[in-house]
């Protein structure tokens, strides 16, 4: 890269989320199986590779006075990639609670936003938590970064890729995460019937809560019930887990819950430049059974992607923001409201394969993604190999007992797998 890059619009509207009660980083949290990793030697491998990855050597800076990214000439590894506490492992089951304490941590702006801590575990495993400013990578990106900097995949003949070429995809999703931050703040108009469950005015602590479940299994349940989507089923797990959590912590449901979904505008041969819009659908958590709660999320999906609903949100808003600033000053306050949407589920696709670090297996990859104020809940999947990695992040405070949703994840994936069995027939 040169000296100094500007900011793009999107770098800076997302800076711009960060306040004292919102972190504007992401987190990865990679396990990785026994023996886990060596820290000295996971250290000398990713200084040699991360040479070829920019990125991860910006921080932020001025150029003719403007925001820009600068290259820092004094970079230093060990602020970036740490050990936790080598001088014990840790239990599996306190993993959770230093996920959360981490992110709840603020990245310093006088260094490149990222930082690994690895973490030994009890098991003989261990675990890389990554964070990374959302200003820098979204999850796309991510996986991106990790392919360069940390896991091997299966290598087959011919598939080095030219360093030329590499800059070009690089180049590439740039142009597409930036679209896609953009997106984020650029959204639909229709309210909810009822209140959220998760509006409230969050604080500064999170809860983090995981489940992983068989994509195939799953890709393959959703199919043979009523022809639907692996897509359709995640949103239909959701649905299943927010449901079990509403038994426990309310009296009576509270009525369909509107979700926020990812639609990819791309329509060409390669994933590099993708767009991204969204559609609002409501999610039938009063629906007890499976496949009746997915066929109805189905025909949900069916009739907007039809209707081209995200298509047409996004050339709205183009025009909009061609039109009027202060329309579009008035939408920004307007999206942001509650009953637009109480809940947003992101899906991002992983390595197709099984991957390894330093030569042991890592097991799952699940995102956690910041909250907002008055949505006070978020839920990221990740695929890694056949493994469908949910992850939940929430304020405490606003949503209790987060382990609940996660583990009706995967309570809710064994009942659709039964009930689209051919026994069940």
């Given at each position: 890269m040169s000296e100094a890059v500007p900011l793009a619009y999107a770098d800076l509207k997302i800076l711009q989320v960060e306040s004292p009660t919102i972190a504007g980083h992401t987190c990865k949290v990679i396990r990785v199986a026994p023996p886990g990793v060596n820290f000295g030697t996971l250290f000398e491998t990713?200084?040699?590779?991360?040479?070829?990855?920019?990125?991860?050597?910006?921080?932020?800076?001025?150029?003719?006075?403007?925001?820009?990214?600068?290259?820092?000439?004094?970079?230093?590894?060990?602020?970036?990639?740490?050990?936790?506490?080598?001088?014990?492992?840790?239990?599996?089951?306190?993993?959770?609670?230093?996920?959360?304490?981490?992110?709840?941590?603020?990245?310093?702006?006088?260094?490149?936003?990222?930082?690994?801590?690895?973490?030994?575990?009890?098991?003989?495993?261990?675990?890389?938590?990554?964070?990374?400013?959302?200003?820098?990578?979204?999850?796309t990106t991510a996986m991106r970064l990790g392919r360069e900097l940390l896991w091997e995949e299966s290598a087959t003949p011919g598939a080095t890729v030219p360093a030329k070429s590499r800059e070009a995809i690089r180049e590439a999703d740039n142009v597409r995460r930036r679209a896609h931050l953009i997106h984020l703040f650029e959204h639909e108009f229709k309210r909810s019937k009822g209140p959220s469950p998760f509006d409230g005015h969050i604080g500064t602590e999170r809860e983090i809560a995981f489940a992983t479940i068989s994509l195939s299994d799953l890709h393959d349940s959703a199919k043979s019930s009523c022809g639907a989507t692996l897509n359709d089923a995640v949103l239909s797990l959701v649905a299943g887990s927010l449901r079990q959590w509403l038994d426990v912590h309310h009296e009576t449901h509270l009525g369909d819950i509107r979700v926020k979904v990812p639609v990819s505008l791309h329509h060409g041969d390669g994933d590099g430049a993708n767009l991204d819009s969204y559609f609002l659908l409501p999610l039938p958590v009063n629906e007890p059974d499976p496949v009746k709660r997915l066929a109805e999320i189905h025909d949900g999906t069916g009739l907007r992607k039809t209707e081209h609903d995200a298509e047409e949100l996004d050339a709205l808003l183009k025009r909009l923001n061609h039109t009027s600033a202060r329309l579009t000053r008035y939408y920004s306050k307007f999206e942001k409201d509650p009953r637009r949407f109480a809940l947003n589920v992101s899906n991002v696709r992983g390595p197709h394969t099984d991957v390894t670090i330093l030569g042991s297996q890592v097991e799952s990859i699940h995102s956690i993604v910041e909250i907002a104020d008055?949505?006070?809940?978020?839920?990221a999947v990740v695929s890694l190999g056949d493994r469908l990695c949910f992850g939940f992040c929430a304020d405490p405070e606003l949503v209790a007992d987060l382990g609940v949703m996660a583990d009706g994840v995967e309570v809710e994936a064994e009942r659709l797998h039964t009930a689209a069995s051919p026994a069940s027939a």
């Open positions: 990713v200084a040699k590779r991360i040479k070829d990855v920019p990125e991860l050597h910006w921080k932020l800076g001025t150029k003719d006075r403007a925001p820009a990214w600068v290259k820092d000439k004094k970079f230093r590894l060990e602020r970036h990639l740490v050990a936790y506490d080598f001088s014990h492992p840790v239990p599996v089951d306190q993993l959770n609670g230093i996920v959360s304490n981490l992110f709840s941590q603020r990245l310093d702006r006088d260094y490149p936003l990222w930082q690994i801590d690895v973490v030994n575990l009890d098991d003989g495993g261990a675990a890389l938590i990554w964070r990374i400013h959302h200003a820098l990578a979204d999850g008055r949505h006070a809940l978020r839920v």
